[in-house]
């Protein structure tokens, strides 16, 4: 028997036992079911479900184009009606709204995950993840810098515009803005995938990579004293990188302006600051390269090269 003539059937109550055992192990019977309990909550007699279902199932498609006006006119309703269940169906069966943690400007965040995993967030990022999939699809979405703490279990995905990270069980650091993308593993295995050069690599405890879009990948050693990112100790270490990075991630601890005028912000730098002083910050990252600063009132800074 057709799966259309069980349901016709069954919109009007005259399945056998049999017919029904058997409607019930199809994978739709669950949403027909509040499908049909939906349009019960409609009034009007045009909306009475077996009507409904009924004439949608049972009517025959016809090439003649001499009653076209009449037949148009005649399932009208029956538009209505499948415009209702689409209703129906979106509220019934949309996606849930997922689950978002951000940090601002001058800010961090810290959450735990439905599986008991953590994640902590750098200034000026975000992460997002659908809990109802958990703990059977671990998966994140994740803007800007964070830092994992994953439990053991199913593999463990980060999603970023430039890459995906995927481990089991283990301690990492993602970075990924404006195409870059720079994963440390602290302790387990960690595969990267840099999605705009399609390379993969894996990554053991202690060691890091970084991707850029135009530059091969440059990979270094991390401190084996090390066991989460500086950034949760309060200290911003950027290694080998452009003095134009190093100037965002100021602006992006201390909620600033940095006027950059006559420096080269393409020179390579690698520094260390600490987050909780504008000016010591400012004075360890540039007094070495001979650039000086002026403060000017609590949100912007003057960089002049000497």
């Known amino acids: 028997m057709k799966n259309d003539e069980l349901l016709h059937k069954w919109v009007n109550g005259n399945l056998s036992s049999d017919e029904q055992k058997e409607f019930e192990q199809r994978p739709e019977y669950n949403s027909l079911q509040r499908i049909k309990r939906g349009i019960g909550l409609l009034s009007g007699p045009e909306l009475q ?39 129906i169906g979106f509220f019934v ?22 599986d008991q995993s953590t994640v902590s967030l750098n200034a000026e990022s975000e992460v997002s993840f659908q809990a109802s999939k958990w703990p059977g699809e671990r998966e994140v979405q994740l803007v800007g810098e964070a830092f994992f703490a994953v439990e053991e279990g199913s593999t463990f995905t980060v999603n970023t515009s430039a890459g995906e990270i995927t481990v089991v069980g283990t301690r990492f650091n993602v970075v990924s803005r404006n195409g870059l993308l720079e994963v440390s593993c602290f302790s387990g295995k960690v595969m990267v995938q840099y999605l705009l050069q399609e390379i993969s690599r894996e ?18 050693m991390l401190d084996e004293a090390e066991k989460q990112a500086s950034w949760l100790d309060g200290i911003t270490k950027l ?38 002083n504008l000016e010591e910050a400012l004075m360890t990252v540039f007094r070495p390269l001979n650039i000086r600063y002026d403060i000017k009132g609590e949100q912007q800074v003057n960089l002049f090269q000497e």
């Open 49 to 87: 479900q077996e009507v409904i279902l009924t004439n949608i199932l049972s009517e025959k498609k016809t090439a003649s184009s001499t009653n076209n006006r009449g037949r148009i006119h005649y399932l009208l309703p029956y538009a209505a009606a499948a415009a209702v269940l689409l209703l």
């Open 93 to 114: 069966f949309r996606a849930p709204a997922p689950t978002i943690f951000s940090a601002g400007l001058a800010q961090r965040v810290a959450t735990m995950l439905p």
């Open 239 to 276: 290694q080998t990188v452009p003095l134009e990075r190093a100037v965002a991630e100021l602006e992006r601890q201390f909620g600033v302006q940095i006027k950059t005028n006559n420096v080269d912000m393409k020179r390579v730098v690698t520094v260390n600051f600490q987050q909780e």
């Open 203 to 220: 990554l053991k405890a202690g060691e890091a990579i970084r991707f850029s879009e135009n530059e091969p990948p440059v990979t270094w």
